[in-house]
């Protein structure tokens, strides 16, 4: 039936002209704006200088704060990862948290986690991927690694690291502490 529902032909606004409201002035006093010369806007200029500031000074920062030396900072960051990890001592543990600290990778601990998982040979490595567990003190299970959750406690009581009843490592006793 089309004679009912809308009105066809008309528009939002009913095909009649729109009286500019203060919404609509002010979107359209904006979009002027965007579109003048940057040299007419001199607060884009001010903003533009205090963005390379604070570029500069986090860039200055960061390289002296992540304690990465320039040989540590040239390797890609699961090679970092790999190179945090193998320096975990014997009988102690690392957090996924902590090696991702060290690796200059601060707040990326997933990627810690993916990184051990995809070590090709977890037997014939350097890397003490069972060494690395999760920040409340317990192996982080998954059905993914195809048995090697207890492959990994076996590797670190082999090593003298006591599990309690619920299945946690003293932190007090065995964590690792470099870095922290």
């Not at 090697?148 to 619920?166: P, T, V």
Request: net charge positive.
């Amino acid at each position: 039936m089309p004679g009912r529902g809308k009105k066809q032909g008309r528009g939002k606004a009913g095909g009649k002209f729109q009286k500019p409201t203060k919404k609509r002035r002010i979107e359209h006093s904006r979009r002027q704006e965007s579109s003048a010369a940057p040299e007419d806007r001199p607060e884009d200029s001010k903003r533009e200088a205090k963005i390379d500031d604070i570029s500069q000074t986090t860039a200055h920062v960061a390289e002296e704060d992540d304690g990465l030396g320039p040989e540590l900072r040239a390797m890609n960051p699961y090679d970092r990862i790999y190179f945090a990890a193998s320096h975990i001592p014997h009988g102690k543990v690392a957090t996924y948290g902590q090696i991702a600290k060290l690796a200059g990778l601060p707040g990326r601990a997933r990627m810690v986690g993916r990184a051990m998982f995809m070590i090709p040979d977890a037997d014939d490595t350097e890397v003490a991927w069972h060494r690395v567990i999760n920040s409340k003190g317990t192996i982080s299970r998954t059905p993914a690694r195809c048995g090697n959750d207890d492959r990994q406690k076996e590797l670190l009581e082999a090593e003298g690291i006591e599990f309690s009843k619920n299945g946690r490592i003293d932190f007090s006793k065995y964590r690792w502490m470099a870095g922290l």
